[in-house]
């Protein structure tokens, strides 16, 4: 419990110093830390592969992206004023998301939906099907998942159209 | 990505240290997930997103022009098509040989395991080169942008 706690005051500290902070490199850095520190939450938990997930893109990739568009911005944000009307959507938001929180199960509650529903089913055959396989997450993912794994790809491609559609600006018109 | 500012000037000394350290282990540790998901955490989408990092960070340190030429644009923009064509082909594969669509048991009727193995180890290729393929287009399209203004 105590390594939980430290964590979750780092993550909170974090989250003060990225709103706090003007300076955008420090603050890409650091919402980079906070994908690590919520990485190392997810592994106390036994989430490895949520946690590897989040390290992978929010520390990784999201921060590189973060200091790619840095290079072609400023690297100071420009000092807003005060405004109360965002701290109060920020504060009432996170209160009624904080009282949807009661309604959840307890942490590794045994009657919880998620251990209750098909959980039990795929944790049985899992072993049966893919013998041999001692990741369960992946065969379930690939091969029971496999429509929505296919939607996800295709999601990511589609992504990535869009954004060739948006900007594209292929050699052609350099040369023109 | 063009600028010389002298601040990124004197950075690079540091930059290029730490990045010619570090580069070739990010590349290869995405290969590692991307191969290994079957035994560890990881799979297609982790290994794609660190593989194109590694590529990122490179084209941070060096410039949008040397990661062009090691993976250019068009080569990238087609490989993210064929990412999602490796996986579709793999379901369209098993429905050849007489499963249903991406049942991978059908590649090796004996041995429904092995034959799962297979179909996964081909879709989650298809998925880490899609992922890496997207990732490094959206970099590109919006790195790209700076240029026009410094020409």
Redesign the interface.
Known sequence: MPIEAVLFAMLIAMAVAVAKLRDLYACAMLTGIFSLLSACLFTLMDAVDVAYTEAAVGAGISTVLFLGTLSLTDRAERPQKFRALPVLVVVVTGAALMYGTLDMPAYGDPEAPAHQHVGPDYMAQAPVEFEGIPNVVTPILGSWRGYDTFGETTVIFTAAVGVMLLLGRRRKKKKE | ?S?KSPM?MREKAILRLVGKGFVPFILLFALY?QFH???????G??AG??F??GL??Y??IWGLEAVQRLAPPLLV?VL??I??LL??GT?VATMLLGGN??E?GAFVPDH??HG??Y??LA??L??GI??T???L???Y??????LPEDA
């Open positions: 990505m600028t990124r997930t998901g079957d035994f560890g955490p990881g799979g989408f982790q997103v660190i194109a990092a990122v960070v084209g941070l923009e993210a098509a990412g999602v996986y579709g379901g669509f991406l991978y429904t395991a799962q193995h179909g996964l879709i989650e298809g998925v899609t992922v393929a997207a990732m287009v959206i970099y399209k919006f790195a790209g942008r700076a």
